[in-house]
């Protein structure tokens, strides 16, 4: 992914945005079954974004922490991410 989409998907994303993980990412993981909600992992994860982070001043990758609905939280990387469709 290139600089510039990195910023449209993190412009995408804002803070408290309830969101998953990608089918993409989670395809590319060999996560395609697991525990029904809640959980921190595998396709049924569910969570908010509690804040949005570049991993060093100067990098392109971009962090999210999110809060699960189990409980639990995690950075993951926004290219992995996507919001939940009301």
Do not use: C, H, K, Y
């Amino acid at each position: 992914m290139d600089q510039q989409e990195q910023q449209a998907v993190t412009s995408a994303l804002q803070i408290g945005d309830r969101v998953r993980f990608t089918r993409a990412f989670l395809q590319a993981t060999a996560m395609i079954t697991g525990p029904e909600a809640p959980t921190s992992v595998g396709p049924f994860a569910r969570g908010s974004v509690a804040a949005i982070a570049p991993i060093s001043p100067r990098s392109s990758l971009v962090l999210a922490t999110v809060a699960w609905a189990d409980g639990s939280s995690s950075d993951v990387n926004v290219a992995n991410l996507e919001r939940l469709r009301l």
